[in-house]
């Protein structure tokens, strides 16, 4: 009996901890969509690569919502954040000194430019997930509570999911109008335009 209340314990902690993961990742997503639209800064391929990963990481934690928890959900979200990674570190080493005629892309949030964010938040759900596994370990009657256990933390996953889904839908629009079938630049959308 207090095995069974123990790991029911653990798996709300850690379906709790997965829902703030994602909770955050839809503000992050929300926060770069609402820069495009309502100030309209077109974001640059760099930066779109770096909405994929962090989408990535999200689809990771929703499967987690859908089923139950499994490290190989955990391991998708991690080659994510990986790749989100080494993808803001390039864009922040191309941009750590202007060339003439180049602008850094993007407007300032808190005085940091969106390629340096993603480094600080990649590194930081790097240590996230590397905190969960220190504190969770292997322990593998984790994945045997299903997330529907918790129904009402269920619920609130799944719309958090899907919302992500509909900026994701938004986003491949976009992406869509913005690159069209070619090279995609920050200079408009290409479809509205061509």
């Known amino acids: 009996m207090r095995v069974a ?15 703030l993961i994602l909770t955050t990742f839809a503000g992050i997503l929300t926060a770069a969509m609402v820069l495009q639209y309502a100030q309209g800064e077109l974001p640059c391929p760099l930066c779109l690569l770096q909405r994929a990963a962090m989408f990535g990481i999200c689809f990771g934690i929703m499967r987690d919502f859908r089923g139950s928890f499994s ?4 391991g998708l979200s991690l080659l994510n954040a990986v790749f989100l990674l080494v993808v803001s570190v390039r864009q922040s080493l191309l941009d750590i000194y202007l060339r003439p005629g180049h602008a850094y892309v993007g407007s300032a949030v808190f005085g940091i430019h969106m390629p340096v964010w993603s480094v600080i938040i990649s590194a930081m759900l790097l240590m996230a997930y ?4 220190a504190v969770l370990g292997g322990d593998r ?15 609130v996953g799944e719309a958090v999911s899907l919302y992500v889904m509909a900026l994701l839908a938004i986003n491949l629009v976009s992406v869509l109008l913005q690159c069209g079938f070619g ?8 479809l509205l335009h061509g």
């Open 130 to 133: 590397a905190l969960q596994l």
């Open 5 to 19: 209340r123990e790991q029911s314990l653990l798996a709300f902690g850690n379906y709790t901890y997965q829902l």
């Open 71 to 74: 490290y190989r959900n955990v």
């Open 183 to 190: 090279q995609c630049h920050t200079f408009g959308y290409a």
């Open 141 to 155: 009657n984790l994945p045997n509570v299903p997330a529907s256990a918790f129904p009402q933390l269920k619920r």
